[in-house]
């Protein structure tokens, strides 16, 4: 029961995690006016971004001065390990203003660079160091089951897209992403997977296994990668 009155009360998630925001108004409008993104500011910069997003299916911005976030991402990592150790879920970061504020700060950079808005589809994921075997997503698509005629826009912009930030650093040692790019995955477009395993469309040879890419990147770099990039945490 006291789990329960827990859900609903700010008070005791802000002593929870008191280096975070709970319906904090002058947090929330320090985010508001924090300014675009410098990215947004280069019209060849995000041209580069949707030709990366068209030719291998993501884009890569490293944590710089390219992404001036309004939030801190030590203390939102934080925030997560101390959730997680009080037996709350990841996604319970929702609870307070950072994540909201880190996706305001993206929204116009999302639209710029792949056409798409945000819709409020979250996760937020938690992979221990110290948990033996403990990993990312196994390979997937997210939307793998739709049909790729139909999963993008005339431009080559997709429908769908992922937006990933990672609050502390991904290395190749802790589970940063590792994706197989476009050029290399013959069920990523066209006819698409035709409900076989894209693993056994893809890696047919040994040769094969060279076309994966891991994407170490620091905290607070961007991801963004469409719906049919195929995927997955080491």
């Known amino acids: 029961r006291e789990r329960v009155d827990a859900l609903s009360d700010c008070e005791y998630w802000r002593a929870l995690c008191p280096q975070l925001h709970v319906i904090d108004s002058g947090f929330i409008q320090h985010a508001t006016c924090a300014g675009s993104f410098n990215y947004m500011d280069d019209p060849d910069a995000v041209d580069e971004m949707r030709r990366s997003m068209d030719h291998d299916g993501y884009a890569t911005i490293i944590a710089g001065e390219k992404l001036p976030w309004a939030v801190d991402m030590v203390q939102m990592a934080s925030g997560v390990k101390t959730l997680v150790d009080a037996g709350w879920p990841p996604s319970f970061l929702m609870l307070y203003d950072e994540p909201w504020a880190l996706g305001l700060s993206v929204k ?121 990039l195929l995927h997955w945490g080491s």
């Open 108 to 228: 116009e950079l999302l639209l710029l660079t792949t056409n798409n808005r945000s819709i409020g589809d979250w996760s937020i994921f938690f992979v221990d160091p110290a948990v033996k075997g403990a990993a990312g997503w196994p390979p997937h698509r997210d939307r793998g089951k739709d049909e790729t005629a139909a999963a993008f826009r005339p431009d080559g912009t997709p429908h769908y897209c992922t937006a990933w930030v990672p609050l502390t650093d991904a290395t190749t040692s802790n589970s940063c992403l590792t994706v197989v790019p476009r050029a290399a995955d013959p069920g990523y477009i066209g006819a698409g997977d035709q409900g076989r395993n894209p693993l056994t469309q893809i890696f047919t040879t040994p040769s094969a296994f060279q076309q994966i890419r891991a994407l170490p990147c620091s905290a607070g770099s961007l991801i963004v990668f469409t719906h049919r």
